[in-house]
């Protein structure tokens, strides 16, 4: 087949169809090169935007890892100070002893006394403390290690129920602050709003010998020290 010979861009005619063919000219060549350039400069914005976005999740990641850290470091700064003002207290406040495990600052231990002319008198009672991260803007968990009874600590748990450990809690109290309110719930229950209902029972129609009656057993039994 013979076809006249042609510029790149100018029609040609082809002698054995006689059809009139258009070659490839430099326009077409441009447009589809300028077409591709365009694919390219998506896909790499498309790339751009996504490692923006990895990057910017990276960021968010990093700053609520810092915000946490600078918690615990604030929290653990409080501690400190409380643990040094106990040391302090302890001929001031020797109802109280407060001790800080030995290798985590937010677990703590309290030995606290009976308060005169309750159930409890001569009684020593053992509590435990769980600090938060967030402390002092959370409250810490309390409970105790020893058995008692009373209204307003669960039998089965002792879960304490203070006010103070919940909705009624601020900053300015400290984990000496609280052991003076525990022993002060000691002296001063609420039946009212019992954990202990078998306690909370014997209280609220008035029947206040049952209740000593019972609370001075449990005390003699878990808390009063052995003797020998």
Known sequence: MLRSSFNKGTPHIDTSSG??????????VKSRLFRASWTRSLNSSSDLCSKSKRSDTFFEVNCGSSEVEQKMQASR???????KEVQREKVADPDIQLVCDDSNI?????LIKGPSETPFDGGVFQLAFSVPE????QP???????KIFHPNVHFKTSEICLDILKNAWSPAWTLQS?????IALMAHPEPDSPLNCDSGNLLRPGDIRGYQ???RMYTRLAAMPKKG
Do not use: H, N
């Open 134 to 137: 967030q402390y002092p803007l």
């Open 178 to 182: 609280v052991c003076r309110a525990i």
């Open 77 to 83: 700064a409080r501690l400190f100070k409380e643990y």
């Open 140 to 146: 810490p968990q309390v409970r105790f290690l020893t």
């Open 19 to 28: 059809e009139c063919m258009v070659s490839e000219g430099d326009a077409d």
């Open 106 to 110: 937010f677990k703590w231990t309290a």
């Open 213 to 215: 009656s019972m609370a």
